[in-house]
C-alpha cells in the first residue's frame, strides 16, 4: 500500500465548475500537507501548504485535512481553462521530513 | 522569490556517457537540495537529499555511484547520471529549502533525459 494514495484521474470538468480533487494516506505521523499544480513538462508549484486538520483558503482554492480519516482535499471553485494541469498532493511527518507525493490527478477544464 | 533553476532543461545522450545536471537557487540560499526522478504520468520519487558540504543521502534502491550528487555551495547542487542508459530516461527535478523561517520546498523546471 502507498502511503499516499490519490486517484489519477483523469478528471474533465466545464469551465465554471468546482472541481474537488482528494488523496488519502495511511501514516499516522503525517501532520504537514501540500497542494501541487504541474503543468506539462515543468517543475510542481506550490499551491496550498496545511498544518494539521482544518481548512484553508485562498483565493478560488480551499484545501481541508481531516486527520481522523486520513483525507485531504483540494476545492477549485470557477475553474478555468488555465487550471489545467496534474494536482499533486503531498504529506511529511515533520517540518524538515520528506515529502511523499500521491500519484497527481490530471485535471483539464474545457472552454 | 524563491526561484529554483535548472540547467540545462533537456538532453540527449548516448548510452553509455554521462550527464551532469545543474540546480541553483537563484535568490535564497538552500541549506537542503532534493533530487526527484518523475516517470511518464507517474509522481515525483525522491532519489536523494543533499545538505550543503555534506554527502547525499540516498532513498533505498537508489544507486549512489551511478546517481552522484555534489552540493557544493548554498546555491547549486548537481546530479550526474553516469554510464546513462535508457532505462535512466526520465524527467529529474530538484528542489531547494532555505531552512530558515518558512522552510518550504521550491522545485526546479525540471530536465528531461532522453538516452538513445
Known amino acids: 500500500q502507498k502511503e499516499v494514495e490519490q486517484d489519477p484521474g483523469p478528471l474533465s470538468v466545464p469551465e465554471g465548475a468546482i472541481v474537488s480533487l482528494n488523496c488519502t494516506y495511511s501514516?499516522?505521523?503525517?501532520?504537514?500537507f501540500m497542494w501541487y499544480r504541474q503543468y506539462s513538462r515543468k517543475g510542481p508549484e506550490l499551491l496550498m501548504y496545511?498544518?494539521?486538520?482544518g481548512n484553508k483558503e485562498d483565493g478560488r482554492f480551499t484545501a481541508q485535512v481531516d486527520k481522523s480519516s486520513k483525507y485531504i482535499s483540494l476545492f477549485i471553485r470557477d475553474s478555468q481553462p488555465s487550471d489545467s494541469a496534474t494536482y499533486l498532493c503531498?504529506?511529511?511527518?515533520?517540518?524538515?521530513?520528506?515529502?511523499?507525493f500521491g500519484q497527481g490527478t490530471i485535471l483539464t477544464v474545457h472552454p | 522569490g524563491a526561484v529554483v533553476s535548472q540547467h540545462p532543461s533537456w538532453v540527449i545522450c548516448k548510452s553509455g556517457t554521462s550527464v551532469k545536471i545543474e540546480c541553483r537557487s537563484l535568490?535564497?540560499?538552500?541549506?537542503?537540495m532534493f533530487w526527484y526522478r518523475q516517470f511518464p504520468k507517474q509522481s515525483l520519487m525522491l532519489m536523494a537529499t543533499s545538505n550543503e558540504g555534506s554527502k547525499a543521502t540516498y532513498e533505498q534502491g537508489v544507486e549512489k555511484d551511478k546517481f552522484l550528487i555534489n552540493h557544493a555551495s548554498l546555491t547549486l547542487s548537481t546530479l550526474t547520471v553516469t554510464s546513462a542508459h535508457p532505462e535512466d530516461s526520465s524527467f529529474y527535478i530538484c528542489?531547494?529549502?532555505?531552512?530558515?523561517?518558512?522552510?518550504?520546498?521550491?522545485f526546479g523546471p525540471g530536465t528531461r533525459l532522453t538516452v538513445l
Open positions: 528542489s531547494a529549502r532555505s531552512g530558515v523561517g518558512y522552510n518550504e520546498q521550491f
Open positions: 501514516n499516522s505521523a503525517f501532520q504537514y
Open positions: 496545511t498544518y494539521s486538520s
Open positions: 535568490d535564497f540560499q538552500a541549506t537542503t
Open positions: 503531498a504529506c511529511r511527518g515533520t517540518s524538515y521530513g520528506k515529502l511523499t
